[in-house]
């Protein structure tokens, strides 16, 4: 199957990938902006981490188009050292994506390293130069004739990244649904209100995140993942228009944690 995804060769996102599809023909994208852009219909973007937090670029562009969720996968994230040097003591700037760099705060802060931004992790390993150092998987050092510098370096053991999948077949009975909503005024309590049609008929969040709307300061949008989908969830969608605009991205089946 033909999916679009962010690349070069050995990112996170392609390792996901490869764990989910079973007959996994990789399209490279040079961003994330340029994944949603493609004409491949499957796609697989990353959406959260346990240290960074939401991506902010899937979730706008989630906003933005007409891309359907279809399912979820995680992936546990070892951020490794590879640079052309042999040693950390001659490295002076590491070069990663922005989450990765997010992610290894520790690391930079105790070999006092200057960041630079990469457009993946991958594609730091594949344009690092010298006196640089990137954080990427460990696979891209085979890849890119890299030396391995330093193994599992982000601040906690437990750093997991959560990738969605968009406009696949569904794999499983749907568990989740994930929503943005809209509030059509800014008022006090319509935070409260919108997200008390959840609670009021028994639907867990599982994660909240405002972002602007882009259309004037202090307007915002709410990205929500709820534990539901089907008739109950109907329900709440009902009370939520009551209050603003309710697109449903879709409802899929939620990944097992590991």
């Known amino acids: 199957m033909k999916v679009a995804l962010l690349g070069p060769e050995g990112t996170f996102t392609h390792q996901a990938a490869e764990e989910y599809f079973t007959d ?17 219909e499957v796609k697989l973007v990353p959406v959260e981490n346990s240290l960074g937090g939401g991506v902010r670029d899937t979730i706008d562009l989630l906003r933005e188009s007409e891309n359907k969720v279809t399912g979820e996968k995680l992936l546990p994230i070892n951020h490794t050292v590879v640079s052309p040097e042999e040693s950390i003591e001659e490295v002076d700037t590491v070069f990663s994506h922005p989450q990765a760099l997010a992610q290894c705060q520790e690391f930079v802060a105790e070999y006092e390293l200057d960041t630079r931004e990469a457009d993946s992790t991958a594609d730091a390993a594949e344009n690092v130069s010298s006196g640089e150092a990137a954080l990427a998987s460990e696979v891209t050092a085979d890849i890119y004739d890299l030396n391995v510098l330093g193994e599992s370096v982000q601040d906690e053991d437990t750093n997991t990244t959560r990738f969605l999948i968009l406009n696949s077949e569904i794999k499983a009975e749907p568990s989740k649904t994930s929503l943005i909503l809209e509030p059509e005024e800014d008022r006090p309590g319509i935070l409260h209100a919108m997200l008390s049609c ?55 089946p939620g990944a097992e944690k590991k």
């Open 198 to 252: 959840f609670s009021g008929h028994q639907i867990n969040l599982t994660h909240i995140q405002s972002r602007p709307t882009k259309q004037e300061l202090g307007k915002y949008y709410f990205y929500v993942e709820a534990e539901a989908h089907g008739q109950k969830l109907e329900k709440a969608i009902k009370a939520l228009e009551t209050y603003g605009q309710v697109n449903k991205l879709g409802e899929y």
């Open 24 to 40: 996994l023909q990789p399209c490279f994208c040079s961003t994330i902006e340029e994944v949603f852009e493609s004409d491949i």
